[in-house]
Structures are given as C-alpha cells and as structure tokens.
C-alpha cells in the first residue's frame, strides 16, 4: 500500500490531523472519503502566462476543501455540505476527461485544491503515466498543507502554486476557519522551496518546468496584513517567483468589511511594497480582473473565453 494510501486510514494529510479511517467512509473536515471527488476538468486560459501559454492548462478541479474561505470564487464546489449529481467519483471517467485535453496538444496539467485529495491526485497522475501521459503537474493549493504529505508528492509535482493567504491568525480563523494558518503555510512553502528551490525554470516555448510561484491575493482593507506577509516572504528569499493578484471578488458569504472589491490606491499600495522588498520577477493584475476571473461551474465550461 502507498504510504498516501495509508495516511487516508487515519488522515493527517493536512493541518486539520483529523484522523479519521477514510477508506471505510469515516469523514473529517473535508468531508471525502478515499475515493475521488472532482468537480470540473476543464481548459483554463486565466493562470500565469507560464502556466496557460497559448493553449492554455488542462485544471482538475477537486470538489470540497480543507479551508472554508467564506469569499471563495470557487465556492459552488468548495462547501464541504455540497455533493452534486455531475461531480465524478469515477477514476477511469476522470482519466478519459483530462486525456481528451491533452489530446489537444495541452502539457500542463494543474489540480486545484488538491490537500485533502493528494492520494487521488497521485493515482491520477499514475494512470495517467501508465498511458504514456508524461504532462507537467502543477499543484495549486491554497497552502494549508504539511511538509510530510509534501515529501511524498515530490516525484509527481513539477510547480508548485502556492497561495499565501494570510499573516494575522485572527484574520485566518476569521475568513477561512484556520487558526495557526501562516504558520503551516510557511513550512508548507519552505518544503516547496527546498525540492524546487526559488528559481522557477521555463523552456523555450514560455512554460514553467519547475519551480514555485507565489500567489497572494489582496482583501479590501487588509493592505496592512499584504505587506506583512510579503516582508515575511522577502525573508526567505526574493528571488521568489509572485503572483500578486487583485481579482478578489465579494461572494454573497462575504462578510461586511470585505464586501466590495479592492481599490487602485490599495493595489498600488502592495505593489510598491513588493518593489521596495526586492521581488523583480513574477506578475501584477489589471483591477478589472476581479470580473474576469469568476467561475460559474454550473457550465461546463466554468470561465469566460
């Protein structure tokens, strides 16, 4: 049995060390069995230049999460109470899906969300290669992940996409239920760093080999905890690859405070914070992403063309 097989009979696979026997129903947090639960396979042209290209990325959406970020853009099937007709559970479904799109000359393969799924995912990626399918795997995770499960996965994963989301852990338990959050994100991104280390390496083509990128999405009014969390970063390392993004949108779970989408004055400020820290290398949003990027995965195709 792989050693991601049996951390699912008591599952620590992320901080939530829940705990739980999976394989025979048993549910954490998450509320995922062993087998998987995805919500979308899609084509998606709205990720970092390197990562989209052209053609764009082959995304494997999995349903629910080990977060509750009460403004997700992907909450239709992030809310762990959810469980829809059209979401597949099936492996070999799974792989005809994401073959059919990388038939289309697509070699990049990103899965979304992928902490309390990281078994599957792998057993994805092994189906996947027994067919010939060498695509390059990126793991976009919302961070909340632990060195330990990072260690197994080293071999499939080629970039990393880590969101950093928060520095204040009032701020973490407030939004997202996750108390301690930057403290296991940093180690999560220190493990990144340590297997890919802080050089992201592109081919001739434009597309990411290996590496890490760094997201970080700004909230309205909570500039303060931005900046706080980029000279965190600039500690590890500047040379760091970001992604700093301003495409928050509200969601009608959105608490009050950040009920609106952020301003110029407040991009323009963390920007200038992340130019004043010595970051050259990585991506800013224009503010009128926050329209652009919004799915709806009752479609099936989620984003906008």
């Avoid at 620590?12 to 995922?32: F, K």
Wanted: net charge negative.
């Amino acid at each position: 049995m792989h050693e991601l097989d049996i951390a699912l009979t008591r599952c620590n696979l992320c901080p939530r060390q829940c705990g739980v026997n999976r394989t025979i129903g048993e549910l954490g947090y998450c509320n995922t069995n062993s087998n998987p639960l995805v919500a979308s396979i899609t084509i998606h042209h709205g990720e970092e230049p390197v990562l989209s290209g052209s053609k764009g990325i082959c995304n494997v959406f999995f349903a629910h999460c080990n977060l509750r970020c009460s403004y997700c853009q992907n909450h239709q099937i992030s809310c762990n109470t959810k469980l829809w007709d059209k979401w597949i559970d099936n492996y070999d479904i799974i792989i005809r899906k994401i073959t059919d799109i990388l038939d289309q000359g697509i070699g990049m393969l990103g899965f979304v969300s992928p902490s309390h799924q990281v078994p599957q995912m792998v057993k994805i990626i092994e189906m996947l290669n027994q067919q010939g399918y060498k695509p390059r795997v990126v793991y976009n995770t919302n961070s909340y992940d632990t060195p330990a499960t990072l260690r197994m996965i080293s071999d499939y994963v080629d970039v990393y996409l880590p969101d950093l989301k928060y520095f204040d852990n009032h701020i973490a338990a407030k939004y997202s239920d996750a108390q301690n959050y930057y403290k296991f994100a940093r180690e999560a991104i220190r493990e990144m760093i340590w297997q890919k280390g802080t050089t992201l390496t592109i081919d001739d083509a434009g597309l990411a080999e290996n590496g890490v990128i760094v997201r970080h999405l700004i909230l309205p009014g909570h500039t303060k905890d931005s900046i706080t969390l980029l000279q965190e970063l600039s500690e590890i390392s500047n040379n760091i690859t970001i992604s700093l993004m301003s495409q928050y949108h509200p969601t009608s779970s959105s608490p009050n405070e950040i009920g609106r989408s952020i301003s110029k004055k407040e991009y323009d400020t963390v920007v200038h914070a992340m130019d004043s820290l010595g970051f050259y290398k990585g991506w800013i949003q224009n503010l009128d992403s926050n329209g652009y990027y919004l799915p709806n995965f009752d479609e099936n195709k989620p984003f906008k063309e």
